[in-house]
T-cell receptor
Framework: NAGVMQNPRHLVRRRGQEARLRCSPV?????VYWYRQLPEEGLKFMVY????????ESGMPKERFSAEFPKEGPSILRIQQVVRGDSAAYFC???????????FGDGTRLSIL | DQQVKQNSPSLSVQEGRISILNCDYT??????FLWYKKYPAEGPTFLIS?????DKNEDGRFTVFLNKSAKHLSLHIVPSQPGDSAVYFC???????????FGTGTRLQVTL
């Protein structure tokens, strides 16, 4: 899907564990977005990052969730002390210049036992 | 608060006919509208977009129409093909906040 790579594709965690989701944007893209999709729903915005900066985190839960996009390496979405309600598909998207469309990865499907 | 709405969860169209997918929005600040197509177990794929200053944009078999006064847009696919069977999401964003706001999707089934 347009070069955005997400891993792992599937992740299973027990309640209370930590989940780390990785996203490598399209080469040359410096804008990264994370979205969450619950079953039978649309994608919901979580966080928007540029290199080393969080631009908009208005969609992030206040606790347990954090995101980073370091100078080197992929963007990471981290969920601490996971609960059953965190089970969802998490999608990363990246874009280049302003107003260019966002390109999505194939997502990480997180299942909480 | 559902700012982007797709009121038809599903649509079935015969191959070769026109598919029309609809989307309504409530936020008059949206500057751009996009349509994405999604297959199971894959991420959304960008199809076509339209700026709020236009009322039509065409790309091959896909045309998007925007009616700003009605806060309504539609995606026309002509002719429909079996490979078009997927879930279609309408999305929008403002120029100052580039996060996408998605509708809940419409599942299109193109039958032979």
């Amino acid at each position: 899907n347009a070069g955005v790579m997400q891993n792992p594709r599937h992740l299973v965690r027990r309640r209370g564990q930590e989940a780390r989701l990785r996203c490598s944007p399209v080469k040359g893209h410096s804008h990264v977005y994370w979205y969450r999709q619950l079953p039978e729903e649309g994608l919901k915005f979580m966080v928007y990052l540029q290199k080393e900066n969080i631009i908009d985190e208005s969609g992030m839960p206040k606790e347990r969730f954090s995101a980073e996009f370091p100078k080197e390496g992929p963007s990471i979405l981290r969920i601490q002390q996971v609960v059953r309600g965190d089970s969802a598909a998490y999608f990363c998207a990246s874009r280049g210049q302003s107003n260019q469309p966002q390109h999505f990865g194939d997502g990480t499907r997180l299942s909480i036992l | 608060d559902q700012q982007v709405k797709q009121n038809s969860p599903s649509l079935s169209v015969q191959e070769g006919r026109i598919s029309i997918l609809n989307c309504d929005y409530t936020n008059s600040m949206f500057d751009y509208f996009l349509w994405y197509k999604k297959y199971p177990a894959e991420g959304p794929t960008f199809l076509i977009s339209i700026s709020s200053i236009k009322d039509k944009n065409e790309d091959g078999r896909f045309t998007v129409f925007l009616n700003k006064s009605a806060k309504h847009l539609s995606l026309h696919i002509v002719p429909s093909q079996p490979g078009d069977s997927a879930v279609y999401f309408c999305a929008a964003f403002t120029g100052t906040a580039s996060k996408l706001t998605f509708g809940t999707g419409t599942r299109l089934q193109v039958t032979l």
